[in-house]
């Protein structure tokens, strides 16, 4: 009896330290799925273990996806993941109202345009609306585009879309005519030579469907 108790705990710690192994040697990466991560991610830009002190904010990020070998399946390996706009809205305007000269921003985020609102006390309106642009750029996905204005008068109607969605009636429209009035305001300088300010593209392979502002 002794004997047989004295194995199954031998057995249990031998387990043990073999799970102790894998986990600090061999373990650093956590598969979900097609998924490989070096550790658990948190929400993105995760504001509140950055003023924490948070020690996980120190750990570089991985993120490996593979294609799913059965055949058939391929599509729930590679979705585009759908982004928080509003979480996205605050970095910006976080960031943006940090930048010299810059004292209030208010940022709208649809499914794929930016629209920001600033007040400054700037001299240089230019250089104020390109640093606040290229904010917003570094942050959104690179298929955005970024539209900026300093007019006092425009921010009661960027605020009025924050309740709205994709699915509001005529809202493409009316977003279109608000973004008309943005360009009035500087823009600040082309992002490249294939791009304009607002991060439009020319000779695009689907130039003839996208709806840019430059070609209206």
Same mark, same amino acid.
């Given at each position: 009896?002794?004997?047989?108790?004295?194995?199954?705990?031998?057995?249990?710690?031998?387990?043990?330290?073999?799970?102790?192994?894998?986990?600090?040697?061999?373990?650093?990466?956590?598969?979900?799925?097609?998924?490989?991560?070096?550790?658990?991610?948190?929400?993105?830009?995760?504001?509140?273990?950055?003023?924490?002190?948070?020690?996980?904010?120190?750990?570089?990020?991985?993120?490996?996806?593979?294609?799913?070998?059965?055949?058939?399946?391929?599509?729930?390996?590679?979705?585009?993941?759908?982004?928080?706009r509003e979480q996205i809205a605050n970095v910006i305007s976080t960031l943006a109202?940090?930048?010299?000269?810059?004292?209030?921003?208010?940022?709208?985020?649809?499914?794929?345009?930016?629209l920001i609102w600033y007040q400054t006390n700037s001299d240089n309106r230019f250089e104020t609306a390109d640093q606040v642009k290229?904010?917003?750029?570094?942050?959104?996905?690179?298929?955005?585009?970024?539209?900026?204005?300093? #007019?006092?008068?425009?921010?009661?109607?960027? *605020?009025? !879309?924050?309740? @709205?969605?994709? /699915?509001?009636? =005529?809202?493409?429209?009316?977003?279109?005519?608000?973004?008309?009035?943005?360009?009035?305001?500087?823009?600040?300088?082309?992002? #490249?030579?294939?791009?304009?300010?607002?991060? *439009?593209? !020319?000779?695009? @392979?689907?130039? /003839?469907?996208? =709806?840019?502002?430059?070609?209206?």
């Open positions: 009896m002794i004997k047989s108790v004295l194995s199954a705990c031998l057995l249990g710690i031998l387990l043990l330290t073999g799970c102790q192994y894998d986990d600090n040697d061999l373990g650093m990466y956590k598969e979900n799925g097609n998924t490989i991560n070096v550790t658990d991610r948190n929400e993105l830009y995760n504001e509140d273990d950055m003023n924490n002190g948070n020690d996980d904010t120190d750990h570089f990020g991985y993120v490996r996806h593979q294609k799913s070998p059965v055949a058939g399946y391929e599509k729930l390996s590679t979705e585009t993941p759908a982004i928080n109202v940090q930048l010299p000269n810059v004292q209030d921003v208010a940022t709208l985020v649809t499914d794929d345009e930016v290229k904010t917003a750029i570094s942050v959104v996905p690179r298929y955005y585009h970024v539209y900026v204005t300093d #007019n006092p008068n425009l921010i009661r109607q960027i *605020e009025s !879309y924050s309740q @709205m969605d994709t /699915n509001s009636l =005529k809202i493409d429209r009316s977003i279109d005519n608000l973004i008309q009035e943005m360009l009035k305001s500087p823009q600040g300088r082309k992002l #490249n030579t294939g791009e304009n300010e607002n991060g *439009e593209g !020319y000779g695009e @392979m689907n130039e /003839n469907l996208d =709806k840019d502002m430059k070609d209206r």
